[in-house]
């Protein structure tokens, strides 16, 4: 029987309270807060940031992303606080894929969520500064040229775990479980965005600060 301190049973509650966390519905509270619409009713109807700003109020889609960022990054936090008690490494791979997960289907709004491109760039950010920074910078220059979210975030996706691989020996070194969990999450990415990839190619999709009827 497990103890409260044995390093397995804290690794599973590190991987549960990490998916409690990716459900907390940051675009939904900071849209009633601030008085807003539900993101869930309009515009794509994906409560995300890139959502919210088609209200027009940058200040709540700006909260959204910082909120949605910081769950990937204080999920990896407290795992990394976890270590210190025999905590496996490979449960931090685990734990980086359960707080997006938790985004993607969240416990607190029946499992429909968002597309998780703010929670996997906390995830990075806080697993790898770097690496986080440089799939941003990617995020960014695809973004201001094209000036499709959904682009941007596929360009991203596909990079991030190249740059962990690439940057290993130099700036870190890849660990098998962290370089799985960064292709699951890229892979959920494509799958959360294939209608946007269909809407892509028909030159349907919409543009960051576009409107778009849900």
């Given at each position: 029987m497990p103890t409260p301190t044995?390093?397995?049973?804290?690794?599973?509650?590190?991987?549960?309270?990490?998916?409690?966390?990716g459900s907390i519905p940051f675009a939904v509270v900071v849209s009633r807060a601030m008085g807003l619409a539900d993101p869930r009713s309009y515009g794509s109807g994906n409560p995300g940031a890139t959502n919210v700003l088609r209200t027009g109020n940058k200040k709540a889609a700006i909260l959204t992303l910082l909120g949605d960022a910081l769950k990937g990054c204080v999920a990896i936090w407290l795992a990394?606080?976890?270590?210190?008690?025999?905590?496996?490494?490979?449960?931090?791979?685990?734990?980086?894929?359960?707080?997006?997960?938790?985004h993607l289907y969240p416990l607190f709004l029946k499992f429909q969520g968002g597309k998780g491109v703010?929670?996997?760039?906390?995830?990075?950010?806080?697993?790898?500064?770097?690496?986080g920074l440089a799939t941003m910078a990617t995020w960014l220059i695809i973004a201001v040229f094209f000036r499709y979210s959904s682009l941007a975030s596929l360009v991203a996706a596909v990079f991030a775990p190249l740059y962990y691989l690439?940057?290993?020996?130099?700036?870190?070194?890849?660990?098998?479980?962290?370089?799985?969990?960064?292709?699951?999450?890229?892979?959920?990415?494509?799958?959360r965005h294939r209608a946007n990839v269909t809407r892509l190619m028909q030159g349907k999709e919409s543009k960051i600060g576009g409107s778009r009827k849900k």
């Open positions: 044995d390093p397995l049973w804290l690794g599973l509650l590190s991987i549960a309270l990490a998916y409690l966390i990394h606080g976890l270590s210190q008690y025999g905590v496996p490494p490979a449960i931090l791979g685990a734990v980086a894929v359960a707080v997006f997960l938790g703010a929670t996997a760039l906390g995830v990075l950010l806080a697993l790898q500064p770097w690496l690439f940057g290993s020996g130099v700036l870190w070194y890849a660990h098998p479980s962290i370089t799985a969990a960064i292709v699951i999450i890229s892979a959920f990415l494509f799958w």
